[in-house]
């Protein structure tokens, strides 16, 4: 049997966060504590996956131990001053002590330091709980869909000169998880990429095997100006999967982040190249110079796309998905749009499109908080 939930003690605690931190599962912490899923879950969600900070007490602050002499002072009959002078302190503060705690027959020096300790958690009112209009703003981000530190770093060039209109990204999530705070509400972490309501340790990359392709060209043998993003035109691509074998074209630029999406009616390599040649026989000329996949048997027919397109196709190494990694991170934004399991089939490719737009609207980091449809702008002007 479980033991029930009862408050964790401190050497519990930590262990809990230790093995939390460490990305063990909730079950698995559960079995090593010996108590119950729901109760351990709890817990975890009343701090937002964020392990708390020890708490301390100041120096100034009165020791149990100076309230046990309080304590035996009071029982002999001493005075106050007396008191005072043989735990170094002032006479006014042990007869606030005294005072606070019941008087001279009612003190009792571990009662006294309980109380003391529960008097001296004041949590601060976090940024956003205090200024309204910041907090409008993060609210807008974050229903536009827009990353915390995104946010973060688009207010700080939107209002430069205004301090108080400034938040850090880790305070954004920390006030969503945390809602003790009262700033945003709990349906705003809808909006995160994840949407996660807790924060979770990082989580090891999975490994699939990929198929092999025939004739397949190495990434190795992409050109260098590809692999350093300095001129545009290379591309990498791939599936996004979805309930039902439905799956959507993702075409991603290296040098803009400009993101594409293609409506698929399945899986067949046929349908897959005809889509691709569709799309990017629209680009110019100059955005038209390479595309990188992964080793899926949906590239089998790479030849007729190039003699289409005239767009050489290069190929990943197995199992490496990071020789992809724009299109990885734009992947995991989609998901924000399209969650796992759900019948992709069902979105028009108005929709798509629509979606794409929307994240080529999004300030991103890597291109110093500027939108991939400004740097594309920027580039073909």
């Not at 999530?173 to 809602?179: E, G």
């Not at 969650?339 to 108005?350: E, M, R, V």
Request: glycine content about 6%; hydrophobic content about 35%.
């Amino acid at each position: 049997m479980r033991r029930p939930n009862i408050a964790y003690n401190d050497a519990e605690r930590a262990e809990l966060w230790r093995a939390w931190r460490e990305g063990q599962s909730i079950k698995a912490i559960s079995v090593r504590l010996n108590r119950s899923d729901r109760g351990l879950a709890h817990e975890l969600h009343a701090y937002g996956g964020i392990m708390p900070p020890p708490r301390t007490r100041a120096e100034i602050r009165l020791t149990l131990a100076q309230r046990e002499e309080i304590s035996r002072g009071l029982s002999q009959g001493l005075a106050l001053r007396c008191i005072a002078r043989g735990i170094n302190k002032a006479a006014s503060t042990v007869s606030r002590e005294v005072k606070r705690n019941g008087g001279r027959q009612a003190y009792r020096a571990a009662q006294a330091d309980r109380a003391a300790w529960q008097r001296a958690e004041r949590p601060k009112r976090c940024v956003l709980a205090e200024n309204r209009r910041l907090r409008e703003c993060v609210i807008q981000g974050l229903l536009q869909r827009w990353s915390p530190e995104q946010i973060s770093n688009r207010l700080e060039e939107q209002f430069a000169d205004e301090h108080s209109m400034r938040v850090s990204h880790e305070t954004i999530y920390r006030t969503l998880f945390l809602q003790t705070r009262g700033a945003l509400k709990k349906h705003l972490c809808e909006h995160l990429r994840r949407g996660r309501t807790l924060r979770y340790p990082r989580a090891s990359s999975r490994r699939t095997a990929h198929s092999r392709i025939v004739d397949a060209v190495s990434i190795s043998e992409r050109p260098a100006q590809a692999e350093d993003r300095a001129v545009p035109g290379h591309w990498e691509g791939d599936l996004l999967s979805g309930g039902d074998n439905s799956h959507i074209v993702t075409l991603v630029e290296r040098h803009t982040r400009f993101l594409m999406l293609a409506k698929l009616p399945s899986k067949e390599t046929s349908d897959v190249v005809a889509a691709l040649t569709k799309k990017m026989s629209k680009l110019p000329t100059e955005l038209r110079s390479s595309l990188t996949w992964d080793r899926g048997t949906e590239m089998a027919g790479h030849k007729q796309f190039t003699i289409a397109t005239d767009i050489q196709v290069y190929f990943c190494d197995p199992q490496s998905p990071w020789q992809r990694g724009s299109n990885e991170n734009t992947n995991g934004l989609l998901r924000q749009y399209f969650p796992k399991g759900t019948d992709l089939s069902q979105h028009s490719q108005a929709k798509l499109d629509a979606v794409a737009r929307e994240l080529n609207g999004r300030p991103r980091k890597t291109l110093k908080f500027r939108t991939p449809a400004e740097k594309l702008s920027e580039v073909l002007h």
